[in-house]
């Protein structure tokens, strides 16, 4: 027998021991949980009229909720994980219980208190109490670390402020004991530290990264309660339903989304088992070239609130001729699922051009439900999605039009709030599956585009989006906003968003001011020559619901500019008139 033997059966015995403490502590949760809440006596750590309680009460500052804490037994070792909190009836009879007892408790007891404590009081008593409130206001920094600062203070920090909660009537012996807490290896602080998460319910975590909107500024950001207010959301969700009314009774309204968002051609950063080597063995690694952990494709999504219609919307892949090869695209030919389309062409972003080509595709996938229903389009601001010759072509194509404001898309865009991070985690699961398989451990760039396929038809073509619209204040007039939404824009459910059309002045928000557009056309849509002159804003929407944009494309010819008539071609010219 090799002499590690002896270590790993002790290895063995204390994994076995702390499993069988997970379970017996797991099993009594659940039998805690299985009982009604009337069979349940409250856990109470002591009595409201024990020294210690009114040690706490006059220590923490004469605090009844202190002493109300410490008689539950909150911070406690000893209480029971899964143990029902105290409701607001008992903790109100919990409070009278500890005032009678305050009012009951002679005024000397408190003065010797101040005067010379360790004469008057046994010393586990008074080491408890200070202890405690010690704990409990270390606790109330690190929650206002967290809910004001937005800091999750480390173990540095924590130990460095213990000191600073002692309470300024402990006697010096135990102030001594309560620092030397603090003081010692960083082991001892560490286990210190998780016994005192594992009593107080805290966590060892981290902060998730939000939005901050500063209090004056979230007016602005957000409109309703019945009033107009020259806001992003406001302007959006006024112009939305302004669009929405001016579809023809007889056309049911068709609403999408499309936004790009990068796929790499090498997922890095999947976590799993990793198996512990020896000190003279190298290290494991996920092998990639630099070209592959560099090379990326722009996918053009596109989601709709219908199910049925879902599967016949584009999904198109974008990539640049160095990684859209031809050979690859020859291998890929035929093998695809029919909506999901490669495109290759010298840069892998998306330009003007290339979103008028991807709105004929569109209108080619839809094929006679652009005559049957009233598309609408929702798209953020980015550049490439914002030009005459894409409004234009957009009304030829029988499709309008909406933008969703700047900065506003993590909260107003189905794509970005529930679309994107299922189709992400959908990808690396696959990719995983599919690198594990590869006899190369390096999947070829054929294997990485029939994964990215699979996954665009198993999340997105096959998902129903209908919640994530409803969820964005796209369907229904708003009525169904996410609480999240509700928060961001400090609205209630009672907000009312009108259905007028927008001023110039409302809708200017949802651009970026250094956009120079007509953003009435948007609103209208309809160009600035075939516009009502001189009509109010109800005679321009009433034109706006009558002149449909054609459902056929047409082509016009192009008229040159004067610049092209030289002086060698303008007496022809007047000739032929």
């Known amino acids: 027998m090799s002499s590690a033997s002896p270590n790993n059966m002790q290895d063995l015995q204390r994994r076995i021991s702390n499993l069988a403490k997970r379970y017996k502590r797991a099993r009594a949760a659940e039998e805690v949980a299985a009982q009604p809440r009337e069979a349940l006596q409250l856990l109470r750590r002591c009595r409201p009229d024990s020294p210690r309680c009114l040690m706490v009460y006059f220590l923490a500052g004469q605090s009844c909720a202190a002493a109300v804490d410490f008689v539950v037994g909150r911070g406690w070792e000893r209480a029971k994980r899964g143990h029902p909190s105290p409701d607001r009836d008992e903790v109100a009879k919990l409070t009278a219980d500890v005032e009678q007892a305050v009012a009951r408790s002679p005024a000397s007891a408190f003065s010797a208190l101040q005067r010379n404590p360790l004469s008057d009081f046994e010393l586990c008593d008074l080491f408890c109490a200070h202890k405690y409130v010690m704990e409990r206001s270390l606790y109330g920094w690190i929650a206002s670390q967290n809910n004001d600062q937005g800091v999750a203070p480390s173990r540095e920090q924590v130990m460095a402020q213990l000191p600073e909660h002692i309470s300024q009537q402990a006697p010096l012996q135990i102030r001594t004991r309560l620092c030397n807490l603090a003081c010692g290896s960083p082991r001892k602080q560490r286990k210190w530290l998780a ?23 979230k007016p602005r950001k957000a409109g309703g309660q019945g009033f107009v207010v020259l806001s992003s959301a406001a302007a959006y969700f006024q112009w939305l339903n302004f669009a929405i009314d001016a579809a023809p009774v007889h056309r049911p309204l068709l609403i999408l989304n499309m936004d790009e968002t990068a796929v790499g051609r090498h997922q890095s950063g999947l976590r799993g088992t990793v198996a512990t080597l020896p000190k003279a063995t190298l290290p494991a690694s996920d092998r990639a070239s630099l070209a592959d952990r560099r090379s990326y494709v722009s996918y053009l999504a596109c989601v709709t609130d219908d199910a049925r219609v879902q599967p016949r919307l584009p ?35 998306n330009s003007h051009a290339t979103m008028r080509r991807w709105l004929t595709l569109l209108a080619k996938a839809l094929g006679p439900l652009v005559e049957e229903r009233y598309v609408v389009l929702l798209l953020d601001v980015h550049s490439s999605h914002i030009h005459q010759s894409i409004f234009l072509h957009a009304r030829r194509c029988g499709v309008r039009l909406i933008y969703i404001p700047a900065k506003m898309t993590r909260l107003l865009q189905p794509c970005d709030t529930h679309v994107f991070s299922k189709f992400k985690l959908a990808l690396r699961i696959a990719w995983q599956n599919c690198k594990s398989r590869s006899p190369a451990a390096s999947p070829t760039a054929v294997s990485w585009v029939h994964v990215v396929s699979q996954t665009i038809q198993a999340v997105i073509s096959r998902g129903s989006w209908q919640k994530a619209f409803l969820a964005d204040g796209a369907l229904r007039f708003q009525t169904q ?6 928060v961001e824009l400090d609205v209630d459910e009672a907000a009312v968003w009108l259905h007028v059309a927008p001023t110039t002045e409302e809708v200017a ?23 009502v002159q001189g009509a109010r804003p109800s005679q321009r929407s009433t034109a706006a619901r009558s002149s449909e944009p054609p459902l056929v494309p047409q082509f016009h010819r192009r008229v040159l500019p004067s610049t092209f008539l030289t002086a060698r071609m303008a007496p022809i010219v007047r000739r032929l008139e």
């Open 195 to 217: 016994r005192f998460r594992r009593r107080w319910g805290a966590r060892l975590g981290v902060l998730r990264v939000q939005e901050f909107v500063p209090v004056e500024e």
């Open 315 to 349: 999904q198109v892949l974008l990539g640049n001729t160095h990684l859209f090869t031809l050979d690859l695209l020859r291998s890929c030919s035929g093998k695809l699922p029919d909506n999901v389309v490669l495109w290759r062409q010298t840069s892998s972003w």
């Open 481 to 486: 906003l996410s609480t999240r939404l509700r």
């Open 509 to 531: 928000c949802v651009f970026p001011s250094r956009l120079k557009i007509d953003t009435l056309s948007y609103v209208l849509w309809q160009p600035r020559s075939h516009r």
